[in-house]
């Protein structure tokens, strides 16, 4: 079977520090991942997707940098925080480029002091 | 552009009622729809998707969702909801020629009362 882990399950971080956040899939080869974020109380935005290995395309731009540095691995990061940032994030796979089914982590809740 | 609009941010019923959660979209093309509902501090989880054929759909815990192609619109349905049913619904839309993206509504918040 399929799991997707996502880590750290929370981050409490200050404005201006660094971010790093991960998810692994196991159980699958040559997915396609995605990083989405969402706002308290708000919509999913999807942020970034990879189809392979070392590459990333951002879909939106809000001062984070995504990478693929393993065929299971997505990592999302910046090196300075801002408030905005605040939400929970959340990592997803899926096997076609019509997203015919997407499977999400349990997420990340991020605070932003 | 692609767009999903979910009018009710929030439904309240009581435990045993019927429940219909609207979704209507925005598409070119073909779109593949979906539900999804989300718990409290948890990640999405896939109720049910349409892409072509019947256009009443059924997904898990008795949910089921109809396509109007007329209306642009995909309501979820259920006929008895229990409490458990509580939780945010989010409808989605994909395109069928395959973008890599897909397109979140707003989400509903859905209240059960016991």
């Known amino acids: 079977a399929q799991t997707i882990h996502q880590w750290p399950v929370a981050e409490i971080k200050a404005v201006g520090s660094p971010l790093s956040l991960g998810c692994t899939i196991k159980?699958?080869?040559?997915?396609?991942l995605y990083w989405y974020w969402q706002a308290t109380g708000g919509t999913l935005q999807q942020l970034f997707y990879?189809?392979?290995?070392?590459?990333v395309e951002s879909v939106v731009q809000l001062n984070l940098s995504a990478s693929r540095p393993k065929d299971d691995q997505f990592i999302l990061s910046t090196e300075k925080l801002l408030l905005s940032h605040s939400g929970f994030y959340l990592c997803?796979?899926?096997?076609?480029?019509?997203?015919?089914?997407?499977?999400f982590g349990k997420g990340t809740r991020l605070t932003v002091v | 552009a692609q767009s999903v609009t979910q009018p009710d941010a929030r439904v309240t019923v009581s435990e045993g009622a019927s429940l219909q959660l609207r979704c209507k979209y925005s598409?070119?093309?073909?779109?593949?729809l979906f539900w999804y509902v989300q718990y409290p501090r948890q990640g999405l989880q896939l109720l049910l998707k349409?892409?072509?054929?019947?256009?009443v759909v059924q997904g898990v815990n008795g949910f089921e969702a109809e396509f109007i192609k007329s209306n642009s619109s995909f309501h979820l349905r259920k006929a008895s909801v229990h409490w458990s049913d509580s939780a945010v619904y989010f409808c989605?839309?994909?395109?069928?020629?395959?973008?890599?993206?897909?397109?979140f509504g707003s989400g509903t918040q859905l209240t059960v009362m016991p």
């Open positions: 990879s189809i392979t290995v070392g590459q």
């Open positions: 349409y892409y072509s054929g019947d256009p």
């Open positions: 989605a839309v994909s395109s069928s020629s395959g973008s890599w993206q897909l397109i």
């Open positions: 598409y070119s093309g073909t779109p593949y």
């Open positions: 997803a796979w899926s096997l076609d480029r019509a997203n015919t089914e997407v499977f």
């Open positions: 159980g699958k080869s040559s997915p396609n």
